[in-house]
C-alpha cells in the first residue's frame, strides 16, 4: 500500500525556518519523483518544487535560492527545508508521488513552473503558518 506521510509543519515567525519530511512507503522511493505542492485558503494549489528519480531538481520561482528539497532513499523521506519564510509561505503543504512520470513534468513559463499534478499518490498535507 503507498503512503506518503508529510511532518514538520507549525507556526514560525517571518525569516524563520522549518524543515517538512515526507515518509513513503509501499513504494521505491528512488524510482519515482515527489513534489512538494501547497495550497493556502482561497487560492490554487501550486507546485513548490520537485525532485526526480535521476535526483534533477526543480523549484517554483518564488523560492527563489530558499527552499531546499532533498531525497534520503535510504529512510525512505524526502525533505523540503524552507528558510528566509514569509507570510505568503502560510499554506498546506503537500507531498506527491509520481511513478508514472518519474522525471518530473512540468510547463515553465520563465522562472515559474507548473509541475504537473498527475500523480500517483499524495500525503494528508501538513500546515504552515508564517505570522509574527
Known amino acids: 500500500q503507498v503512503q506518503l506521510v508529510e511532518s514538520g509543519g507549525g507556526l514560525v515567525q517571518p525569516g524563520g525556518s522549518l524543515r517538512l519530511s515526507c515518509d513513503a512507503s509501499?513504494?521505491?522511493?528512488?524510482?519515482?519523483?515527489i513534489l512538494w505542492f501547497r495550497q493556502a485558503p482561497g487560492k490554487e494549489r501550486e507546485g513548490v518544487s520537485c525532485?526526480?528519480?535521476?535526483?534533477?531538481?526543480y523549484y517554483n520561482g518564488f523560492v527563489k535560492g530558499r527552499f531546499t528539497i532533498s531525497r534520503d532513499n535510504a529512510k525512505a523521506t524526502v525533505y523540503l527545508q524552507m528558510n528566509s519564510l514569509k507570510p505568503e509561505d502560510t499554506a498546506a503543504y503537500y507531498c506527491?508521488?509520481?511513478?508514472?512520470?518519474?522525471?518530473?513534468?512540468?510547463?515553465?513559463?520563465?522562472?515559474?513552473?507548473?509541475?504537473?499534478?498527475?500523480?500517483?499518490?499524495w500525503g494528508q498535507g501538513t500546515q504552515v503558518t508564517v505570522s509574527s
Open positions: 506527491a508521488a509520481s511513478t508514472s512520470q518519474p522525471h518530473c513534468a512540468y510547463i515553465r513559463y520563465g522562472d515559474k513552473y507548473q509541475f504537473s499534478d498527475t500523480v500517483d499518490s
Open positions: 509501499g513504494f521505491r522511493l528512488e524510482s519515482s519523483a
Open positions: 525532485i526526480s528519480n535521476r535526483g534533477d531538481i
